[in-house]
Structures are given as structure tokens and as C-alpha cells.
């Protein structure tokens, strides 16, 4: 699977049913290949006008399923939120 094809899903909390949306992009390990964590952009700021501060960043071994439609995770939404890093 590419990573364009990951970005296609919609991710899934499966402890509460929330939808998180896409992935924008992934952390791998330069050394193993292997992916890390999905990212996930957060909830939009005033009226989804200002853009985005935060984001979700989904350890893969939440990762609990990929579908051909979506991505089920299970994952504790306070501690996957995180300021985003702008670099």
C-alpha cells in the first residue's frame, strides 16, 4: 500500500465512533522503513476559517485495522492531540 492510497481513508476511533478524518502524512523510521505514527489534522480553529493549531499524531500500533474504505484505530483522543510542529 502507498502512502497516497493511506491519505484516500478516513480514520476511525473505534472506542467512541468519532470520525478523525484523513491522513495528511505519516512519521517512518529512516533506518527500519517502518512507519511510526499517522498524522491527522486536528479540529479546525473559529469557524474553520483560521486554519488548524493542532494535530493527531496515532502511534501505528493503535492502529487496530486498514479497510479498503477506512482506517480503525483505538486510541485515547486527549493524549493523541498535539500542538502542531511548523518547521
Keep these: 500500500m502507498r502512502v497516497c492510497e493511506l491519505r484516500e481513508k478516513e480514520v476511525i476511533n473505534v472506542c467512541d465512533g468519532e470520525k478523525l478524518g484523513n491522513v495528511c502524512d505519516v512519521d517512518f523510521d529512516v533506518k527500519t522503513g517502518r512507519i511510526c505514527s499517522l ?45 502542531c510542529k511548523f518547521e
Design 39 to 83: 498524522i491527522i489534522p486536528g479540529p479546525c480553529k473559529v469557524f474553520g476559517i483560521l486554519g488548524r493549531d493542532h494535530e493527531y499524531i496515532i502511534p501505528y500500533e493503535c492502529v487496530k485495522r486498514i479497510g479498503t474504505d477506512v482506517i480503525l484505530v483505538e486510541v485515547d483522543m486527549e493524549k493523541c492531540l498535539q500542538k
